[in-house]
Nanobody, 128 residues
Framework: QVQLVESGGGLVQAGGSLQLSCAAS????????MGWFRQAPGKEREFVAA????????WYADSVKGRFTISRDNVKNTVTLRMNSLKPEDTAVYYC?????????????????????WGQGTQVTVSS
């Protein structure tokens, strides 16, 4: 059973930056495709970014492309989401997710039903 623990959320002003981290345990990290999703109050959980098992391919939602960067460290078993130029509409609970199989294309990367494990979430609040 894979456990995921997010950290790094908080309150930031618009235009600022935050870095989220997700530590994975209980499984072989290099077999996991990893993703970040977010859920704002009253809204569906939505895709933010994903990264392949090797770290060589990344996918991003259009709303964050050019501002957010996903990366992974297959030695430390962590995945990181660097968020720059934050906007109030980025305010949400951010969830780390793991897929116990490869992420081969964007259609898989962006579907929350394709992920097998989820963290508890970390709150990001961007003030205007």
């Amino acid at each position: 059973q894979v456990q995921l623990v997010e950290s790094g959320g908080g309150l930031v002003q618009a235009g600022g930056s935050l870095q989220l981290s997700c530590a994975a345990s209980g499984g072989t990290f290099t077999t996991l495709g990893m993703g970040w999703f977010r859920q704002a109050p009253g809204k569906e959980r939505e895709f933010v970014a994903a990264i392949s098992r090797s770290g060589g391919t990344m996918w991003y939602a259009d709303s964050v492309k050019g501002r957010f960067t996903i990366s992974r460290d297959n030695v430390k078993n962590t995945v990181t989401l660097r968020m720059n130029s934050l906007k109030p509409e980025d305010t949400a609970v951010y969830y780390c997710a793991a897929r116990a199989a490869a992420i081969l294309y964007s259609g898989i990367a962006s579907m929350k039903s394709k992920y097998d494990y989820w963290g508890q979430g970390t709150q990001v609040t961007v003030s205007s």
